[in-house]
């Protein structure tokens, strides 16, 4: 039963990884296409809207980093927030002002979907192993070390050294299930490389 829950749970750790992984890389990708498709704009839109998806995906990146603090995340997602609506300010001036429709029509769908990823990468982000899950593990865990200490005291020699080893491993799996379920704090995190590099390549080409 132990080994099941073990599994059972680390598999469930191990989904919810990935989906936070797969998830970053897709927001990561929907600011780089929006960015490159801000730069069809006509000037100053282009510029302007550059700068603000550049603090945008700043932004974004302090929310994924500080998801373990509430009160920075918090700040950093109404910030967020003032920055999509400048957005879609900027863009509606451009509409009101270009005839060319196919630019602003392709950016408007780049936007659109880099803030439909935002809310994926969120959803992720909160999505972890349900703490009842974890209660399950620890009390079978508790009630598996107290029968192996039990059948070993009923031993004519008991051994203690591989019921010591047992339980380092078990726990050592128990916590690694653990930090793997959590995505911005302990020893596994997923890789920000693709969204830092986006932020970065946003304002390094130019026009």
Same mark, same amino acid.
């Given at each position: 039963m132990l080994a099941l829950m073990i599994g059972f749970t680390f598999a469930m750790a191990l989904s919810r990884f990935d989906? $936070?992984?797969?998830? /970053? =890389?897709?927001?990561?990708?929907?600011?780089?296409t929006a960015a490159l498709r801000a730069r069809l704009l006509p000037s100053p839109y282009n510029e302007e809207v550059r700068g603000l998806l550049h603090e945008y995906g700043e932004i974004? /990146?302090?929310v994924i980093q500080n998801a373990s603090s509430g009160e920075k995340a918090r700040v950093a997602n109404d910030r967020s927030n003032q920055i999509r609506e400048a957005l879609w300010l900027a863009t509606k001036r451009v509409a009101e002002t270009e005839k060319g429709i196919v630019p602003v029509g392709v950016f408007v769908q780049a936007v659109n979907e =880099?803030? &439909?990823?935002?809310? $994926?990468?969120?959803?992720? *982000?909160?999505?972890?192993?349900?703490n009842a899950v974890f209660w399950a593990l620890y009390g079978i865990g508790a009630v598996a070390f107290l029968f192996v200490g039990y059948a070993n005291r009923? @031993?004519? $020699?008991?051994?203690?050294?591989?019921?010591? /080893? =047992?339980?380092?491993?078990?726990?050592? *799996? #128990?916590?690694? #299930? @653990? &930090? /793997?379920?959590?995505?911005t704090v302990g020893f596994i995190n997923v890789d920000q490389t693709p969204m830092i590099d986006a932020v970065?390549? #946003?304002m390094s080409h130019a026009d």
């Open positions: 989906a $936070r992984r797969d998830a /970053l =890389m897709n927001e990561a990708n929907a600011i780089g974004r /990146l302090s =880099m803030l &439909d990823s935002q809310g $994926r990468h969120t959803f992720a *982000l909160e999505s972890g192993v349900p009923l @031993q004519a $020699r008991s051994l203690r050294v591989p019921v010591y /080893l =047992m339980a380092a491993v078990v726990s050592g *799996l #128990i916590l690694l #299930i @653990q &930090d /793997l379920d959590r995505p970065r390549d #946003i």
